[in-house]
Each structure stands twice: as structure tokens, then as C-alpha cells.
Nanobody, 125 residues
Framework: QVQLVESGGGLVQAGGSLRLSCTAS????????MGWFRQAPGKEREFVAA??????TYADSVKGRFTISGDNAENTVYLQMSSLIPEDTAAYYC????????????????????WGPGTQVTVSS
């Protein structure tokens, strides 16, 4: 079992930055794919970014503004968000799954086994 807990959410003005953290317990993340997803009110949960063994992939809507990274020693994955816009407002969720395929495969909600409870990000205009 893997337990995930997100932190770092909050209220930020448009153009600002936030760094989200996702800390795992129960298993080392070394052989796992780590993903970030987000869900705005009334909308479906959508893919943001994924990381596996140094490979990364991003949703087009965040490419160039968000960066996913990991610290194996801390068992933590980060999402650095810059140039935030009001459309980035959502609950952000961390997810994990043992990795077997190309990183490009892991851009769907249903492909992850473990989820954190989420952290809220609100971007004001």
C-alpha cells in the first residue's frame, strides 16, 4: 500500500507561483509513476503532469509553466507552478502506480492505483 499526502496549496494572485508537494509512505517511489491531476468545481478530474525514472510529460495547458520533479531520498514529488492563471484554480491531487509502460501512457485518471486527498489551489485575477 502507498499513502500519499499533498501540501502547499493556497491562494495566489494571477502571475504568481506555488510549489505543491506530495509525500509518500508505505513504499519507496523509486519504481512508481507519479502523477498530478486537478479537478475544478463541476468538471472532471484532468491530467496535469507525470514523472517516472526521470521522464516527464505534461498537459498542453500547463506545458512551459509547471514542472514536476522528485526527491527519492525524501519519497516526495513536487509540482512547481509558475505564471498561474485563474483557470488553474482547482483541487490538485497526487497519484501513484507501479510503472510498466511509457510515461505517455499515464495521462489518464484510471491508470493510477493510489491517490492523495488533494490540496486546493486558488488563483485570483
Amino acid at each position: 500500500q502507498v499513502q500519499l499526502v499533498e501540501s502547499g496549496g493556497g491562494l495566489v494572485q494571477a502571475g504568481g507561483s506555488l510549489r505543491l508537494s506530495c509525500t509518500a509512505s508505505g513504499r519507496t517511489l523509486r519504481n512508481y509513476v507519479m502523477g498530478w491531476f486537478r479537478q475544478a468545481p463541476g468538471k472532471e478530474r484532468e491530467f496535469v503532469a507525470a514523472l517516472s525514472d526521470g521522464a516527464t510529460t505534461y498537459a498542453d495547458s500547463v506545458k512551459g509553466r509547471f514542472t514536476i520533479s522528485g526527491d527519492n531520498a525524501e519519497n516526495t514529488v513536487y509540482l512547481q507552478m509558475s505564471s498561474l492563471i485563474p483557470e488553474d484554480t482547482a483541487a490538485y491531487y497526487c497519484a501513484a502506480v507501479p510503472g510498466y509502460y511509457s510515461i505517455l501512457y499515464y495521462n489518464k485518471v484510471g491508470r493510477y492505483d493510489y491517490w492523495g486527498p488533494g490540496t486546493q489551489v486558488t488563483v485570483s485575477s
